[in-house]
């Protein structure tokens, strides 16, 4: 076992009201962990924890990166500064590994997993990045085949975010499965705003820029201006931003719920 960060789909503001948010953290401290040299390399999966698994098998990560924490000095930090820190870092590795950074337009996520109080004690000071798949409840899930690139290819409508509710006016739009009834989906070219260390910019700057990016972003995903579909936005809150979620992540929202995909549908009719 091992201390552990899960980052999950942290729903937080949307265009037209801000909403309190920030990722849920699971933590567990065993009692032992193994040395870096131990690990599973980058590129393997592993069962969620830190054994490694066949990746044509279902399993429960894949290692994107393997860091050290600096600076933290000998006792044992606590989850705020682990998180403070790896999350960031975390979040890059994973960008490049998927070779995109629209990954928070998915259910694809960064899972950080750090060094017990024992290891830690005697000298261990790793971070392990992990890419996990999210369920459409927020869970980690089980997935088969490498993630490595898959966003650089064809693969983002496979991890798509899809909300049965509204992202512009709901505080929980809640996530679903892309290939059933929906109203809103996710899109490509996630804006990002700033780096962690910068202060959060105020909601009406946030909601500025995103307005101007979004409706670009949506305009081109969807193939043409429409009445029943308009751009929309979620982004995180400011305890959040500190730990490396200072993204917006645009979406083509339609006026009523429907089934199929907005992605390049032009001027043909809104899906049943």
């Known amino acids: ?27 567990v401290r065993p009692s032992i962990t193994p040395g870096v040299a131990e690990l599973p390399a980058p590129g393997r999966c592993t069962d969620g924890g830190l054994t490694a698994v066949d990746c044509a098998r279902p399993h429960g990560g894949e290692v994107v990166d393997i860091g050290e924490f600096t600076g933290l ?22 960008a490049g590994y998927l070779g995109s950074a629209d990954h928070d337009a998915t259910r694809l996520q960064a899972h950080v997993l750090w060094p017990s109080r024992d290891g830690w004690a005697k000298g261990d000071r790793w971070r392990l990045c992990t890419a996990v798949e999210l369920t459409t409840d927020g869970r ?30 709901d505080a929980d739009p809640v996530i679903t499965a892309c290939d059933g009834p929906h109203r809103a989906e996710a899109v490509p070219g996630v804006l990002d705003l700033g780096r962690p260390g910068d202060p959060a910019p105020p909601r009406d700057q946030v909601d500025a820029r995103a307005k101007e990016h979004c409706a670009t972003a949506v305009a081109g995903y969807v193939g043409a201006e429409r009445q029943d579909v308009f751009a929309s936005w979620r982004s995180f809150g400011s305890q959040a931003w500190s730990e490396g979620f200072t993204t917006v992540v645009c979406y083509a929202e339609a006026t009523r719920p429907f089934t199929g995909r907005l992605w390049g549908l032009g001027t043909k009719a809104l899906p049943a």
């Open 73 to 94: 000095g000998d006792d044992y930090p606590g989850e705020r500064d682990f998180r403070r820190q790896a999350i960031p870092a975390c979040r890059a590795a994973l």
């Open 1 to 27: 076992m091992v201390g552990l960060l899960a980052l999950s789909l942290a729903w937080a503001t949307g265009c037209a009201a801000r909403v309190a948010g920030a990722p849920d953290g699971e933590v």
């Open 140 to 169: 980690r899930g089980q997935r088969t085949g490498r993630v490595k690139d898959l966003l650089k290819a064809a693969g983002f409508a496979g991890v798509q975010l899809c909300a049965q509710g509204s992202p512009a006016h």
